[in-house]
């Protein structure tokens, strides 16, 4: 991590694992917790700078194979607990931040990296971004927060981007309300260099405008959003209320292409995974994005105690076979009631 201050009131948080893609740590997550929170009570930061070391990623997420390893420690569970509560405290304070926060997502967003980035006031992703909640590839849950803010999505996309875990563009992520500005990679550097380079501690204006109107020179129309233009096809199938009407919905179309291909992919990821999180999508629509963290705390945890999550994250992740062998084989096997259980205290 580099925490730096500029004598223009900028104050610059750089994930700097650039070898793993800048993926969070927990002594990254806590640092930044420390730090926003000095910087918050601090008059010579006006604003904060949030990105990416290298020219890769923004971030990958949360270090998965931290997490794995925990299993074969004596205080696995407990140091995972306190990763999770640290990093949804963290993506919660950037979320209600009283000062604006820039981030700069260029590259690869996801997952953890998409949950610290949701609640900037001016988030910018350019025409290399990479976007996506890769949750359900190693079966665990869309956390941080993305069920909340995914059910605020136009239509029914923003449940297509989390049961399929689809790599999305930056178009994309402004479409479904992650994202506000869109600019070439190239544009990047100067806008940033620009940005430090203006005094922000003596602006008369408010400063969310002032950045607002900062951004006009350096931002670009973004192209029209392949996920916007299928949302009519993804209303149709995912609007179902069970993930088996879903999956038969699209296996149902025939004849179309994507409807095809969204029923191969579920079918490929862990089914209670698919039960557990359309349950925590259909409760997120009606809670506040602080009680969906208290609700990802709790799953976080469940999945940490399932052999499955382990067995996703070995297929991917450590073996990368991409075969994993799940508890159950498909969706049609798996007890609602077990899902539930997932959401219930311990």
Excluded at 106 to 120: P, R
Aim: charged share 25%; glycine share 6%.
């Amino acid at each position: 991590m580099r925490f730096e201050k500029s004598d223009t009131g900028v104050g610059v948080i750089t994930l700097a694992r650039e070898k793993a893609l800048n993926s969070l740590s927990y002594d990254m997550v806590s640092g930044m917790l420390a730090q926003l929170q000095q910087w918050k009570q601090d008059d010579e930061v006006a604003l904060v700078l949030l990105e990416g070391a290298g020219s890769k990623a923004f971030c990958a997420g949360g270090d998965i194979k931290a997490l794995y390893s925990a299993r074969d420690s004596k205080n696995g569970l407990e140091e995972a607990k306190h990763f999770f509560a640290h990093e949804y405290e963290l993506d919660l304070l950037v979320a209600t931040y009283p000062k604006p926060i820039v981030a700069l997502l260029d590259g690869i967003v996801m997952g953890g990296g998409v949950g610290l980035s949701y609640g900037a006031s001016h988030r910018i992703v350019t025409d290399t971004t990479k976007w996506s909640m890769p949750e359900m590839n190693i079966s665990f849950f869309p956390d941080v927060g993305a069920c909340y803010f995914l059910s605020l999505a136009p239509g029914y996309t923003g449940r297509y981007a989390a049961l399929t875990a689809a790599m999305l563009t930056g178009e994309d992520a402004i479409f479904l309300g992650c994202a506000d500005y869109y600019t070439k990679k190239e544009t990047m550097e100067p806008l940033r260099s620009q940005l430090l380079n203006t005094d922000w501690t003596n602006s008369e204006q408010d400063l969310n405008q002032a950045l607002h109107l900062f951004l006009q020179s350096f931002i670009a129309e973004p192209p029209k959003s392949e996920l916007a233009m299928l949302q009519p096809k993804i209303d149709q199938h995912f609007s179902h209320k069970t993930v088996e009407a879903i999956i038969a919905s699209l296996e149902e179309a025939k004849g179309d292409p994507f409807a095809q291909d969204c029923a191969t992919i579920l079918r490929s990821k862990s089914p209670l995974s698919l039960k557990v999180t359309l349950a925590h999508l259909k409760q997120s629509k009606t809670s506040t994005l602080e009680e969906t963290y208290e609700t990802d705390k709790r799953l976080a945890l469940r999945f940490l105690r399932s052999d499955d999550f382990y067995e996703g994250v070995r297929s991917v992740l450590i073996d990368k076979t991409r075969m994993p062998n799940y508890q159950y084989k498909t969706i049609e096997e798996v007890p609602d009631e077990l899902a539930l259980s997932f959401f219930r205290e311990l």
